[in-house]
């Protein structure tokens, strides 16, 4: 069975990114919120986004909370930040594959990929 994760990382620090709040969203049809999580110490969260039978091909997309994060950390970003929220859109083709999202992130930029 295939399974949802995600991975942050502060490139701007060379650290994790404990602490960015995501949301997930089914996008097929009306958007539908999934879940909302937050990552730990290691810039993972505790457990896949979606896995097992819940874990369905489809469109989805991630909301990284990144100016909280970056103002969490004492970063004075200016108003409004340049980059507050990062939606990613993706697809989700075969269930039966894992899909990773890393993120890397800065308060001016970030970057995604599909990882393994």
């Known amino acids: 069975m ?3 994760t995600t991975h942050v990382l502060d490139v701007s620090n060379g650290i994790p990114a404990a602490g960015v709040r995501i949301e997930l969203h089914a996008l097929s049809g009306q ?3 999934l879940l909302e999580v937050t990552t730990g110490p290691d810039g993972r969260c505790a457990s896949p986004l979606m896995d ?3 874990f369905l091909s489809g469109r989805y997309s991630l909301t990284f909370h990144l100016g909280e994060y970056f103002r969490a950390r004492g970063v004075a970003l200016p108003d409004p930040a340049f980059f507050d929220e990062a939606v990613i859109r993706f ?3 075969s269930a039966e594959q894992h899909y990773h999202v890393p993120l890397l992130i800065s308060p001016w930029s970030y970057s995604v990929y599909r990882g393994g």
């Open 91 to 93: 697809g989700i083709a």
């Open 2 to 4: 295939g399974k949802l």
């Open 31 to 33: 958007p539908q919120f």
């Open 52 to 54: 097992g039978a819940g």
